[in-house]
């Protein structure tokens, strides 16, 4: 008896409506419309999770997520209460469980570069490294004009409003603390209570820095609207639409930059130098490292494996987006550098040269375009031949020359 009251209070408690049903808005974050949710029906936050994830067994009740981790991406399985729940909220809020689906957060299984993981919002891939999840930023003005957070501001290539033309806010100007509206659980109050809707901005100057921000701002947030990766003829020596942006910002923050912490506006301009000035910009790179790794050579160039000189530049140049040359603009300029380094080599008189560093299995499966079980296929039909007899992944044994000859003839 106590259990069908039980099942029939549950039921109706999940067909409740709220009395204030907020507008989702499209580039909207999940964290935005529940914490809108929630403050406009005066629910505290921990009873609407669990009203959110209540048609579930109420053994599950226990591990109802925190409002923090209530995202997603978050979770490792696909069918757990978080996502149940979202219908059930949807209901509740008088809307069609796709729209509020829609603003979901997923973990994606496109990989960037040496298997970085991403995460998808609508059909626009964002890589894990790029999206700021505890401290992020506001524009004052935007909260002004709607009180709510924009997915663009959870972007790090993200530093400025595209609509009113200022930086936008990192800190609170009251406090001073980094600005975080998931763990304040409050979109426009600080902790501190300092309305960031009042905070004055700082403009951007004109100049062509500026430029490029409000660019990339621009096709983030119209990218984020539309649910496409769309073009912008500004970047199109680097491929023109955002999801190729990101894969350049990706291989800018994992190689060029090598995973150091630099402060975000110096990175933001170690970018905005390195792509407007491509492929130039690259090339004076490589060529930086080549130099210095043949002064400092230990052995001879034959013995020595390409990454003891370029780290992992081939491993790193993977999966932006694909490794096809004609996709990959990034994996194809360091293939044309190399094959004309190897060339002005041969004019030249030295003896350690660049074609005879060594590439593993791994690198030699990324020039060829194919898997690393066909490079073992190519050896054992005789196609590749070997520095030596170690056979192990990882270690370097293909000629970089014979190698790159072969991909320059159009093998594949
Ligand atoms: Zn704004
Ligand atoms: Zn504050």
């Given at each position: ?10 039921v ?36 609407l ?8 067994q ?6 109802i ?15 757990d ?63 002004n ?58 403009s951007?100057p ?8 409000l660019r ?9 609207k539309?649910?496409?990766?769309l ?9 023109g ?27 933001a301009?170690?970018f905005?130098y ?13 060529s ?28 790193d140049?993977?999966?932006l ?52 079980n ?14 030596h ?24």
């Amino acid at each position: 008896m106590v259990r069908v009251v039980y099942q029939w209070l549950k039921v109706m408690l999940n067909q409740l409506a709220f009395l204030s049903k907020p507008k989702l808005n499209s580039d909207e974050t999940l964290e935005s419309y529940i914490l809108r949710v929630s403050i406009s029906n005066a629910i505290p936050m921990q009873q609407l999770m669990q009203l959110i994830c209540f048609d579930n067994q109420e053994e599950i009740v226990g591990s109802i997520p925190a409002f923090e981790y209530f995202n997603l991406f978050h979770s490792k399985t696909v069918n757990d209460n978080r996502y149940n729940g979202l219908t059930s909220l949807s209901h509740r809020l008088g809307m069609n469980s796709r729209s509020l689906r829609a603003v979901v957060i997923q973990r994606s299984s496109k990989k960037y570069s040496n298997n970085l993981a991403s995460l998808s919002y609508k059909r626009i891939n964002i890589p894990l490294l790029l999206f700021r999840k505890k401290l992020i930023p506001v524009c004052p003005r935007c909260l002004n004009d709607s009180e709510y957070i924009r997915l663009s501001w959870h972007i790090d290539l993200v530093k400025c409003c595209n609509e009113h033309k200022n930086y936008l806010l990192h800190y609170c100007p009251q406090c001073k603390s980094g600005l975080s509206y998931i763990s304040r659980q409050n979109i426009s109050l600080c902790s501190c209570g300092y309305d960031l809707k009042n905070a004055a901005i700082t403009s951007l100057p004109s100049n062509d820095y500026s430029d490029f921000l409000l660019r990339i701002s621009s096709l983030v947030s119209s990218s984020i609207k539309s649910g496409k990766s769309l073009p912008n003829k500004y970047f199109s020596s680097v491929g023109g639409d955002l999801h190729r942006i990101l894969s350049f910002a990706v291989f800018f923050y994992s190689y060029i930059n090598e995973k150091k912490h630099v402060e975000e506006d110096r990175l933001a301009k170690f970018f905005y130098y390195f792509i407007t000035d491509w492929p130039e910009s690259f090339k004076r790179y490589l060529s930086e490292r080549k130099k210095k790794g043949f002064v400092h050579l230990i052995k001879c160039s034959n013995k020595t494996g390409f990454n003891e000189i370029f780290g992992t530049l081939l491993l790193d140049a993977q999966n932006l987006p694909d490794n096809s040359i004609g996709n990959n603009i990034i994996l194809s300029e360091i293939l044309s550098f190399l094959s004309e380094e190897i060339e002005k080599d041969r004019q030249g008189k030295g003896r350690n040269k660049l074609s005879n560093l060594l590439l593993t299995r791994q690198e030699a499966a990324i020039v060829l375009g194919v898997s690393i079980n066909y490079v073992s296929k190519l050896t054992a039909e005789g196609y590749l031949s070997l520095a030596h007899k170690k056979l192990e992944a990882y270690i370097p044994i293909y000629s970089l020359g014979e190698v790159l000859a072969i991909s320059n003839g159009n093998f594949r």
